[in-house]
């Protein structure tokens, strides 16, 4: 990709030419016109002519192809940036293997009053335990350490950090010698995350961004809330994000709300909603998600955070004062609660008010088909992250061990979603699973389950547009004249249309169906490589030597 060289301005007009633009104004578009942050024109090469010598600027593409750039509708940016630049565990192969990267990593912070770390997951270990406390404390060398499992709705700590947080023996969740969980495992996260220095925090949060635009990513939805962050992490990362070049951060802030009061505080930190991790539960992995039926292997059922009167409250709360509610759901009798708490809500309210407030439901894995359509009755947008599947999924899977084979088969259902006219947001939950959007599309696509498998076509707007209407906007995350220019330039291989159904994806390569392609994800082929990254017309990554 090639480009002439010319001043830099919020306002000059560039013209892209030369490569494929994904486009439903043009499926063969191969040129677009951005001017003043937006899409202006999308057309073919010979029309291109027209604009070359009005424009301040000429991409030649170089044969790239150019699509809207992804949303991720679910991050944790400050954890995203401390797994990026810290303690990474994702990779330990087994106990022995994670200690000793607890040993390594100690020894080379010496000035760091707490560590951090994350991504153990045990299940994917031949001891299928996570370390005691002793032996973490012997690994650490008697320092306060924090790791959080995978799923970050527990953690293993040391003695030492546990000697920061007074009381904590005596809250919900405490274990002598096990991972904490709910209010024990907030406590020592909020000890953990409030020894980060100021600066610490914000170039975790650089990190995180500069990371996210680097793969395409135009726009985070970041999720937060008191049990998982704090007030000034929040607001610090919001400031960040206005202030330099970077991809979008649109803020929600995770706490309950009763009254106008309630909401203005919210509307005050610069929070669009009062959603994301609001918690109904936990997860799978930890035990915590809450179930109808209990575990395959624990005898209870998890546990539940939030009833469906309490629901109820927050939702009528946020739709008078015109913010979007929204709930962290993973177990099936927390979904149900969300559900009949948000009819409760619509029954005080009216349907029409809560449909057009567009409440969000994050997770959302264990769905029957009586919850998916109240999703679509409600008008509930399904913020979900393919990757849990691609992670967990399968009959010999995390999902399966913790609920068996044929509960396991039933999560995730993109397809039985789409078909009811549910809208998807996709994202990551990052750090949980990586920022990787292709991946995630790749993941919809390609579930472990088939009946669950959507189109790549279908995955990719989830991952697009699918974003932007979750926040209540309707006229982004597609490339079509007026659009904010927030866009992709891929080197990628041939574009393919990619279907569950063969004879759909047969009828849609013939060129008369006027369906634009997009990468081929099948599984081993190689994901598309991001050149360069634009928000509102400026350019956030550009790939080096490119």
Known sequence: MTESTAPQSDHRTVLLRGGDVHSPADPFATAMVVERGHVAWVGSEGAADAFASG???????????????????????????????????SGARSLPDALGLVRAYVSTRTGDRVLLGHGWDATRWPEQRPPTRAELDAAAGGRPVYLPRIDVHSAVVTSALLDLVPGVTGLAGYHPDAPLTGAAHHAVRSAAHGALSPRQRTEAQRAALRHA???????????????????????????????????????????????????????????????????????????????????????????????????????????????????????????????AGIRAASETLGLARVRAARHRVEHAEMLTPETIAAFAELGLTASVQPAFDAAWGGDDGMYAQRLGAERARTLNPYAALLRTGVPLAF??????????????????????????????????????????????????????????????????????????????????TDPRSGTPGLPDLTPGAELPVCLRTVVFGQSVYVRPNE
């Open 213 to 339: 635009a680097s793969l395409g990513i135009g726009t985070v939805h970041e999720c937060a809330g008191p049990d998982i962050s704090d007030e000034d992490d929040f607001t610090g990362l919001l400031a960040l994000a206005a202030e330099q070049p970077g991809p979008r951060v649109h803020g929600y802030w995770a706490e309950r709300i009763s009254d106008e009061k309630g909401a203005r505080r919210i509307r005050e930190l610069g929070a669009i909603g009062a959603a994301g991790d609001l918690f109904v539960d936990g997860s799978l992995g930890s035990h915590t998600a809450c179930l109808h039926e209990p575990y395959a292997d624990a005898p209870h059922t998890g546990t539940s955070h939030l009833d469906a009167a309490e629901i109820a409250a927050h939702v009528i709360a946020c739709t008078e004062a015109g913010l979007q509610a929204g709930f962290h759901a993973i177990g099936d009798a927390a979904v149900a609660a969300v559900v």
């Open 55 to 89: 424009v301040d600027e000429v991409i030649d593409l170089d044969g790239a192809l150019v699509t809207p750039a992804f949303t991720d509708a679910h991050v944790h940016t400050t954890s995203t940036g401390l797994a990026l630049t810290g303690l990474d565990l």
């Open 427 to 508: 994202g990551s939950d990052s750090p949980v699973t990586p920022l990787d959007p292709w991946g995630t599309v790749r993941a919809a696509a390609f579930h472990r389950t088939p009946e669950h498998r959507i189109s790549v076509r279908a995955g990719f707007t989830a991952h697009t547009r699918g974003g932007w209407r979750a926040v209540g906007r309707d006229d982004a995350g597609v490339l079509v004249p007026g659009a904010p220019a927030d866009y992709a330039v891929w080197r990628t291989a041939e574009l393919v249309v990619q279907a569950p159904d063969d004879r759909v994806a047969r009828w849609s």
